[in-house]
């Protein structure tokens, strides 16, 4: 039978929201890469931003209320968040368990994690945080106050800026992390336009899966990678702000990256915001879906169609509001002891040592990476619990036509497009990087015992991203019914 109906996605809720520069100072500690020889930031490429949303059903039912925060960081501790979630959840009357974060994880935008404030630039972490809470706990107060009636109607794009980084280095016998021209990549671009009652467009959200990493270890600037440029291509088209919702991106990153140059990163973001721009352009007006209006006899036999406003029936269905805070318990490796990590780490110093001092760059730059790693799994083994089993933490919202899902860590990217074909009459938009920063990335079972990188960080067991695809979709299904 002909189709002769085509809904718009759409969500019809309450929605506030309120954006500001967070920008850390100059001089503050700054080297995440494990290649870079700088610890202080020089400069600012391009500022980064908050997101305060929120958002609640048209009933104006605080009890079901949740706020979603959006940093331009690469993470934050689990301490760190609990602190800020405590602030914005006072600030807007919402319980901390349903203040839910992300990050975009731009790899430029600095390391605050406690053991740094040591290192160079380290003793501006603290202030910086502090100013961090006092300026998102000031933007929830304003989302809070500027929530009205909206609808957030969705469109997917495309686009190929990111792609697959498992490369295999057959000439080293080895797996680099980068461009990998024999694997294709997820290269989805969900856009939300986000508009209130009167047709004025409040908000762009885009999400889409891929590391911010154009910038590497020989950039000494603050920035948000590809995000700011992607931001400044939306809002000077639509005039409305824009949000970046990084999507599970733990095996994707930009083909051109790991440079230093900021008109790469610059570069990248234009591609994603005009894919996303496409997308925009090919939405009709909010509370409208797409209807077959019949034939017109012209030279040919024409087959009409036209937006249709949607009547009560569909309004309800698009306003439905549900959803909560999930666990699933996933098993953890045999973690490296503290001891050894701590021997290693000693020992990849003095060789970093010698071999600044002979002059070796390659084998300095080499020996320090590894030191580097020691250090990460320290802050790791620190975060998780004792015992075999770790409990991940999730979220499952229905916002009428769409689901909204967080998960933490770094999963791949076969997280959302399985989700997405197991629900294909949904539209769901799946942040990571929310919490749990402690497991790092979930590998695909197959992925596993090649050698990848994503695996050396990874604290949880072989199966644990198939396993959290079917908890995740169990939720689904019960909380749309």
């Not at 580097?372 to 933490?393: H, N, S, T």
């Not at 590998?443 to 198939?466: F, H, I, M, N, V």
Request: glycine share 10%.
């Amino acid at each position: 039978m002909s189709t002769t109906f085509v809904k718009s996605p759409t969500s019809l809720l309450r929605l506030g929201h309120a954006h500001g520069d967070t920008t850390p100072p100059v001089g503050i500690y700054h080297r995440m890469w494990g290649a870079a020889r700088h610890d202080a930031a020089t400069g600012v490429h391009r500022p980064l931003q908050a997101n305060v949303i929120v958002l609640e059903p048209l009933s104006g039912d605080n009890d079901t209320r949740f706020v979603r925060v959006q940093l331009e960081l690469v993470n934050l501790t689990g301490e760190q968040m609990d602190r800020l979630a405590a602030n914005v959840g006072e600030a807007t009357g919402t319980p901390a368990e349903r203040v839910l974060f992300t990050f975009s994880h731009s790899h430029a935008s600095g390391n605050y994690a406690p053991g740094r404030r040591g290192l160079p630039g380290g003793d501006l972490i603290g202030p910086f945080l502090d100013d961090l809470n006092a300026k998102v706990t000031s933007l929830a107060e304003s989302a809070l106050s500027s929530v009205e009636e909206t609808a957030i109607t969705y469109a997917f794009g495309r686009c190929d800026m990111a792609q697959n980084r498992d490369y295999c280095d057959e000439a080293n016998g080895i797996y680099a992390t980068g461009y990998n021209p024999d694997r294709s990549g997820e290269d989805t671009v969900l856009v939300g336009r986000v508009t209130n009652a009167s047709g004025e467009v409040r908000l762009v959200i885009v999400n889409y899966a891929c590391h911010p990493t154009t910038l590497a270890w020989d950039n000494t600037l603050i920035s948000p990678d590809y995000v700011g440029a992607l931001r400044e291509v939306i809002e000077t088209n639509t005039g409305a702000p824009c949000c970046f919702l990084q999507a599970p991106s733990g095996d994707l990153g930009p083909r051109d990256g790991f440079v230093g140059d900021t008109a790469v990163a610059d570069r990248n973001g234009k591609q994603v915001g005009h894919a996303a721009l496409s997308a925009l352009y090919g939405m009709g007006a909010p509370y409208h879906d797409f209807a077959y209006a019949g034939p017109v006899v012209s030279g040919a036999t024409i087959g009409t169609w036209t937006w249709e406003m949607q009547e009560n029936d569909r309004a309800e269905e698009t306003a439905v509001f549900r959803g909560g805070c999930f666990e699933v318990a996933l098993p953890l490796i045999d973690l490296p002891t503290q001891e050894t990590l701590q021997a290693d780490m000693k020992r990849y110093a003095e060789e970093q040592e010698t071999a600044d001092q002979d002059g070796d760059k390659i084998k300095a730059r080499d020996t320090g990476a590894m030191a580097e790693r020691c250090r990460r799994w320290l802050a790791r083994i620190e975060a998780l619990p004792e015992g075999k089993a770790f409990a991940y933490r999730f979220t499952v919202f229905q916002l009428g036509d769409a689901v909204w899902v967080t998960c933490g860590g770094e999963p791949y990217s076969w997280l959302q497009s399985e989700l997405r074909s197991r629900f294909p009459d949904l539209t769901i938009m799946v942040s990571s990087l929310s919490g749990d920063t402690q497991v790092a990335y979930l590998l695909r079972e197959e992925d596993y015992g090649k050698g990848l990188y994503q695996e050396e960080p990874s604290a949880l067991a072989k199966g644990c991203l198939e396993r959290l695809a079917d908890a995740i979709a169990e939720r689904i299904a019960e909380v749309v019914g």
